[in-house]
């Protein structure tokens, strides 16, 4: 059923009639993905505040690049995708890039442009077949799976659930103290809201969480709404000139990977479950979407975010009506709303943020399960890879040791000729880093 708005604009724009939905459905869809993605409004730029980064003009940089990049990918694809900055990609761009190799937060964001820009020209190139569908399936399950547990340990660390130790590197924290608690109990109170359907589940554990928080007087409340963060302290921050060295070519190539897979795994995925696959399994508007999604990447290192991707929350949405980019318009003007509420997000304790990303964390390693365990010389490599991220504290050298470890195994079984030229390709360039960096 469609209403008398549908036969003016939106429907010529969005076809929405066509695709048998109304606006009001394309409405309600888009808040029910906003609501299931909001999350990452707080939790993004608590982890780039990790980085030295400003948190309010993060904050406001995470807001401008999901609505531009949701805007772009409504207006140009037709597709109710939302997009924002990445999580699995802010991990790797704070604790890897910039704690663990020591390099500055404006390089690591000059590596994030380089890295949109290359997947803009992938996009426009028949080359993104090639390098999309060239990857091994078994070795994208175990990059995906390892990017889950590598965030899983990141918020059991920054909740204190683990602290280091001398003796055997990690062990729990103090597990009677409030946050480690809050946390978990964050945890369980997503997963069980989710598992009863109900959108917005992870920012109603969040937020719940914080509650009890500002309660006891354990974390302060800063407020609810006022006039958004300056951006200046992020906007324009880049530094290109420094990421263009050998030293950051891996971290480069590693963010334009995982930014690929993310965006063609959302894509197939939401579109399947949305109906909106070609009848020759093809996704129609395809390159337009790629388009959408790296130049939102673009967009993002210039106001001050790492990688912006599409995000799979986006069939949450498509599940309660969705068809349209429409959907994704809403979703862009609810995440401008957001600029509002600073206030609200600075004032979420770590506690509450590492719930969201140990629950973000466990939907991510799932993908484990799809590997294709019959074949050891498909499976060890994508395991190797999945630990390799966290006890390497690097998704960069995670997916090095994986692309290694697959290419020197089939080479060993004698199946030289299952391994596609870009894996020996990736691991050629990995061996030179690991071999003189």
């Known amino acids: 059923m469609t209403s008398k708005g549908d036969d003016g604009w939106l429907e010529r724009r969005f076809g929405i009639a066509a695709r048998g939905s109304s606006w009001r459905a394309e409405a309600i869809a888009g808040l029910t993905t906003f609501l299931a993605m909001a999350y990452i409004t707080v939790v993004n730029p608590t982890i780039l505040a990790e980085a030295g980064m400003d948190f309010g003009a993060v904050f406001v940089a995470t807001c401008l690049a999901a609505a531009a990049g949701t805007l772009a990918m409504g207006l140009l694809a037709n597709y109710p995708i939302a997009l924002a900055p990445g999580m699995g990609q802010n991990a790797f761009f704070a604790y890897a890039v910039v704690i663990g190799a020591g390099h500055d937060w404006r390089t690591a964001l000059g590596a994030v442009f380089i890295s949109g820009c290359l997947f803009v020209l992938l996009s ?75 959108p917005g589940a992870i920012i109603i554990g969040m937020l719940s969480v914080a509650a009890l928080g500002w309660v006891v007087g354990d974390a302060p409340f800063h407020g609810i709404v006022a006039a958004p963060p300056s951006p200046l302290p992020a906007l324009g921050q880049l530094d290109v000139a420094a990421a263009v060295s050998f030293s950051m070519v891996t971290v480069i190539l590693s ?10 795994g959302t894509l197939v995925g939401v579109a399947t479950r949305g109906g909106l696959v070609g009848a020759d399994g093809k996704l129609p508007r395809l390159r337009n979407a790629l388009f959408a999604d790296s130049g939102a990447t673009v967009f993002g290192a210039l106001v001050g975010t790492s990688s912006t991707t599409s995000y799979i929350e986006s069939a949450a949405g498509v599940e309660s009506g969705g068809k349209t ?34 629950f973000v964390a466990a939907l991510m390693a799932r993908g484990l399960a799809d590997l294709d365990w019959d074949d050891v010389t498909e499976a060890a490599p994508a395991i190797v890879t999945a630990i390799a991220m966290p006890f390497s504290f690097s998704v960069a050298d995670g997916i090095g040791i994986g692309f290694l470890t697959y290419a020197v195994i089939k080479v060993i079984a004698g199946r030289a000729k299952e391994c596609p030229p870009a894996v020996y390709v990736v691991s050629l360039i990995f061996s030179l880093k690991f071999a003189f960096l």
């Not at 009677?176 to 946390?183: K, L, T, Y």
């Not at 963010?255 to 063609?264: E, K, R």
């Not at 004032?347 to 943020?353: E, G, K, L, Q, R």
């Open 255 to 264: 963010l334009l990977l995982v930014d690929v897979f993310d965006t063609a």
């Open 325 to 358: 980019g429409l959907t994704a318009v809403v979703v862009a003007g609810l995440f401008l709303l957001c600029l509002a509420f600073a206030p609200l997000a600075q004032s979420v304790p770590s506690y509450a943020t590492s719930a969201a990303l140990l």
């Open 124 to 198: 426009a190139l028949p080359a993104r077949e090639w390098l999309i569908n060239s990857i091994p399936r078994n070795l994208k399950l175990g990059i995906s799976a390892g990017v889950g547990l590598f965030i899983a340990f990141i918020a059991l660390r920054s909740a204190g659930v683990v602290v280091s130790n001398p003796a055997t590197f990690v062990a729990f924290g103090d597990l009677s103290s409030f946050a480690p608690v809050a946390a978990l109990a964050g945890f369980a109170i997503i997963a069980a809201l989710t598992a009863r359907r109900l």
